[in-house]
């Protein structure tokens, strides 16, 4: 097997290949979290009230929450067809760095359901009738913030293969976790609104990221190891 | 070498199950002597708070809950580490005994931050920072517990609440720290800071009586629970077939 024998950076870069292929070829798993996204973010106008400065006020707010549970429902989905067909086991057998691997894999998760979202949040954000000055900011931040939200749900996502009730307990253990995602992710994006520097806040979701970066994926190695044993 | 055998010796079960079960008095005793010195002190021979009465004295209960809640956090996170590096099942079921106690520990803190606050604040909940840390410790605790409870195979529940732990451990002061960003409408410490604590001795030394009562009273449950766990755990075995059967034994001859 050429994963087997190839150097590791080579076969990060084919697990890498492989799951965009296969994503691509299956069009709505891309599609599913964005328009999960949008309807979460329309549900809030209905149930507050459609007053336009009340709406300004929690632009923000609306905006990350419908982005967190969107990429928490994308989550499952990180591994569960590769448990399936024993993609994942064989995986862990080639002998490369399954850390790696896993990190692959992640980054193909979030490029299929991170990136889609932060092109879909300046349209809620506009919807909402937050300041389209603020955009560039708000990309930035959901950027940042589903990455880290992947790495750290990637985790989550091994620990709960093995178990009976996977997509609520993956919540339970993730969203804890995340909550300082959310609090800088939601604050960058109110400064940015009312026109202030959000430099702060960005600042610190990208340590987040690379904190997450440098840890979650040999915790996710150790997790996919005890899952699957 | 003596410290080492010792160390073996209390991480076979049937040594662990009676050293707990030795130790519970010696735990019990002085935590219920502390908690009882430090709740007269606290609500009988404490003077009232010049600025709020006869309600500060929640504090005697609220402040050692909430150091516990934080202490079983770390307890179970540094259990865990050491039940899956050295792969010692007893450190496992310690830090599955004291995730619960935890968890009502965390539970206790709100309760009685959220009695105290009616009457101080005018309101039950604010979002306030150190609140809403508490309130996300007690969510870390149910997704551990959460975790724990969806696995049939003990030793796999171990392993992954084990991962869990200590992913939440790293976790806790980033949490904090970003809670405390977020918003601050706490009254600073007034026990540990610069310049000694900013409490007359009649209120700290029942305070820290409680804290120490707190302490032992946590350990004192721990080696139940822990003798609970290494029940369950070795239900099947001989030496506690034995146990039962001499015990038995004893009973019917008295």
């Known amino acids: 097997m050429i994963l087997a024998t190839t150097a590791p950076l080579r076969a990060a870069g084919l697990v890498l290949r492989r799951d965009l292929a296969l994503a691509f070829r299956r069009w709505e798993q891309v599609t599913h979290p964005v328009v999960f996204f949008l309807m979460v973010a329309t549900l809030f106008p209905l149930a507050l009230n459609p007053k336009p400065s009340l709406l300004a006020d929690v632009a923000a707010g609306v905006v990350w929450v419908s982005a967190l549970l969107s990429s928490m429902l994308a989550l499952e989905t990180l591994y569960r067809a590769d448990v399936e067909d024993g993609t994942l086991e064989q995986l862990t057998l080639t002998g490369q760095p399954l850390a790696l691997l896993l990190l692959a894999k992640t980054v193909a998760h979030w490029i299929l359901s991170g990136l889609p979202l932060v092109l879909a949040a300046p349209v809620v954000a506009i919807a909402f009738g937050a300041d389209a000055a603020a955009n560039a900011v708000l990309m930035t931040a959901i950027a940042l913030g589903t990455a880290v939200l992947s790495l750290i749900g990637s985790v989550g996502a091994a620990l709960t293969l093995g178990s009976r009730r996977g997509s609520v307990l993956l919540s339970l253990l993730v969203l804890p976790l995340i909550m300082p995602v959310l609090i800088f992710g939601a604050r960058a994006t109110a400064l940015a609104m009312h026109g202030e520097s959000a430099e702060g806040p960005l600042w610190l979701l990208g340590a987040l990221l690379i904190l997450a970066l440098t840890l979650t994926p040999f915790a996710s190695a150790a997790a996919v190891r005890i899952s699957l044993e | ?254």
């Open chain 2, 1 to 254: 070498m003596g410290t080492w055998t010792w160390f073996h010796k209390l991480s076979s079960p049937p040594h662990c199950y009676r050293i707990a079960g030795q130790l519970i008095p010696w735990f019990a005793i002085p935590a219920a002597l502390l908690i009882v010195a430090g709740i007269y002190g606290g609500l009988v021979r404490a003077p009232a708070d010049y600025q709020q009465g006869d309600a500060f004295r929640i504090i005697y209960v609220h402040a050692p809950a909430a150091w516990l809640s934080l202490m079983c956090y770390t307890v179970m996170a540094v259990a865990a580490a050491v039940g899956l590096v050295w792969r010692i099942k007893l450190a496992h079921a310690l830090a599955a005994a004291t995730a619960p106690i935890g968890a009502s520990f965390a539970l206790l803190c709100l309760a009685t931050g959220s009695i105290w606050g009616k009457p101080m604040w005018g309101t039950w909940w604010t979002w306030d920072a150190r609140l809403t840390s508490q309130l996300i410790l007690l969510f870390l605790y149910l997704g551990y517990q959460a975790l724990r409870s969806a696995y049939d195979d003990i030793g796999k529940a171990d392993r992954a609440s084990a991962v869990l732990a200590i992913v939440g451990v790293v976790n806790v002061p980033i949490i904090h720290f970003s809670v405390n960003w977020w918003n601050s409408l706490h009254q600073g410490s007034t026990v540990l800071r610069r310049g000694g604590p900013a409490m007359p001795a009649s209120m700290l030394v029942p305070l820290i009586l409680c804290f120490f009562g707190f302490t032992f009273l946590y350990a004192a449950l721990a080696c139940v629970r822990v003798r609970a766990e290494v029940l369950r755990r070795e239900r099947n075995a001989h030496w506690l077939q034995d146990l039962a059967g001499r015990r038995g034994r004893t009973e019917s001859a008295t």
